[in-house]
């Protein structure tokens, strides 16, 4: 019977289907034949199958000397044996020599020596079928193809999430390295002037003059508000950002841009 | 298009999503781009009318583990194939077997493979499995050396065109195969 | 399915192959699939046919510099886009610690923003905010270059659920804050 193999074995760049039925076997021919085997339980499998030996009642002897025949030639090739050959050599062994033993009677019935053995040989088998089923199956990128047309990535605005808190660990942060901060304090009365000071500025943009008083909403901002807006006016003067102009006492007083053209001023 | 008003809107906007996600979709995935305007129950009845419309055609509409995905006909894979002639390369023996240890005898330690093989686990086997993210370490056995644990993942299921592990085929013994000598 | 021998059977595989390729297709690898089955006018013929068959549809069969795609319908995209929100990449910390001596001391400079984190301040960082409408431009400062001032915006204050500037946590000292936690 010619076993087909489940796995390309070339020789002199021949394709080999099947294991020669002869026991000489060129050695480098050997070389890869064995190779082919992923260790001694596939090497016993292999066997097994071949001589139709049972496996639930494996004749010892017989597939000890087989095992140890194909080992010889491994070792006579100047194969490098895996040493798992090796310990299922004494394995087979012990097995075989437990099995020659007499039975005490009296004792309890011992369990089959084999047992071990025939239970690793049928878990592998199962596995070593599972494996061939499992690449028969369908695989991504093999056998199935999975749509993925084009599509126009539009940029859609995302912008990172920012906190308070972030915000405020970064101001933290800030505030701790720069030295002339070391004793800062911004409260809420202080950040409102600093808003302020924005809006007048905003504000100095549009209209490049306006009169004091129109910066002020006496009718409708309540008195703090009223007094935030003269601290972010004194402020912005005292930083530079606003030149506050009077022609002469009593007149209109107004504010306009530092950065507006002096030629303005007065008008 | 303004946001999708009618069924059939809505099956081209799932429709297109679909054919351009390139992997399985789940329903929560797929109820975004209706931002909140799509129920679910309504959601699998357009699925289940996309996948009819689409029966017998190129693509199939079908359910993996993850979700949902448009896949080519069974039949017209083989085309497709010839168009990469670098044909994907096939796993070894070992690397199939240590495979289906850990995918039918899972969570597995690189011991329990080894002990089932009989031989040592080559550590580039587990690592390109790994890299593939078709298994990944799902924790440490209680045994001195506390070695890991492997499972396989949903990538896998989804690669192999499972919905969950009980699809794969069933382990077949020894014993069985035996009634069948010839086979071999 | 063997060789597709009817029109019908081509348009399957054509339709299959351009849905899986995540690429445009040339005319010669579009005629890959037919392993020298097909002419190139029929190529052409039946892409014509196929760009027809799929107009007013979810895809459109265009054809752009390297070949032949499939590609979701303009006003489709948008929809597909949200099924990948792109996770916003969070800001800098140079760009936090910016944006923070903005609210804080405005109006500032950027020379002021330089003063006060002792480093050069990135313009593309003062752009970001720009284009988020957070700050802008409220004049310029009367000094030799005429900087320009920034500020907070009506934007800044809305994204950040404020009424005003003085609803953004007041600032005091680390060591202070310690002493006095409950102020904040």
């Not at chain 1, 000489?24 to 071949?50: H, N, S, T």
């Amino acid at each position: 019977m010619a076993v087909q193999l489940a796995f390309d074995v070339r020789i002199y760049g021949e394709q080999l289907d099947s294991i020669p039925q002869d026991l000489y076997i060129p050695p480098d021919a050997l070389a890869v034949y064995l190779e082919a085997f992923e260790g001694p339980l596939d090497l016993l499998l292999y066997l097994i199958r071949k001589h139709n030996l049972d496996i639930l009642d494996i004749p010892m002897a017989q597939l000890t000397s087989q095992y140890m025949e194909y080992v010889e030639k491994m070792r006579e090739s100047r194969l490098e044996l895996a040493a798992e050959y090796l310990l299922m050599s004494a394995m087979l062994i012990e097995i075989k020599s437990r099995m020659l033993l007499p039975k005490p009677e009296t004792l309890e019935q011992e369990e089959d020596p084999r047992a071990e053995l025939v239970r690793r040989l049928m878990e592998y088998e199962a596995i070593k079928l599972a494996a061939e089923r499992l690449d028969a199956l369908p695989q991504a990128g093999r056998e199935i193809q999975v749509a993925r047309a084009y599509y126009e990535h539009i940029a859609e605005a995302s912008w990172p999430e920012v906190s308070f808190d972030e915000l405020m660990v970064a101001w933290q942060s800030v505030l701790k390295r720069a030295s002339h901060f070391q004793h800062h304090r911004v409260g809420r009365a202080e950040l409102s002037v600093r808003e302020h000071m924005s809006l007048v500025l905003r504000r100095l943009q549009q209209e490049s003059l306006v009169e004091f008083t129109q910066l002020f909403d006496v009718v409708n901002d309540g008195m703090p508000k009223l007094v935030v807006y003269f601290l972010a006016i004194l402020e912005l003067a005292r930083e530079g950002l606003v030149r506050i102009t009077q022609q002469v006492a009593f007149s209109p007083i107004y504010l306009q841009a530092a950065d507006t053209p002096a030629t303005l001023q007065g008008t | 298009m303004s946001e999708p008003q009618t069924i059939a809107e809505m099956k081209q906007v799932l429709e297109a999503v679909l054919l351009t996600a390139g992997e399985p979709l789940s329903l929560e995935m797929l109820l975004r781009p209706f931002a909140g305007g799509m129920e679910r129950a309504t959601l699998r009845m357009l699925l289940d009318e996309l996948r009819q419309e689409w029966q017998g055609r190129s693509m199939e509409l079908v359910q993996v583990n993850s979700g949902w995905r448009f896949q080519a006909r069974a039949d017209l894979a083989p085309f497709i194939v010839r168009l990469n002639p670098e044909r994907p390369a096939r796993y070894s023996r070992a690397a199939l077997e240590t495979l289906a240890i850990i995918a039918y005898r899972q969570p597995v330690t690189r011991g329990d493979i080894e002990e089932i093989r009989g031989v040592v686990v080559n550590p580039n086997i587990m690592r390109q499995f790994m890299e593939r993210n078709w298994i990944d370490i799902v924790g440490q056995k209680e045994v001195p050396g506390r070695p890991s644990l492997y499972a396989t993942t949903k990538t896998f299921l989804d690669d192999f065109g499972l919905r969950s592990l009980s699809e794969l085929p069933p382990m077949q013994q020894f014993t069985e195969q035996e009634i069948q000598p010839d086979l071999l």
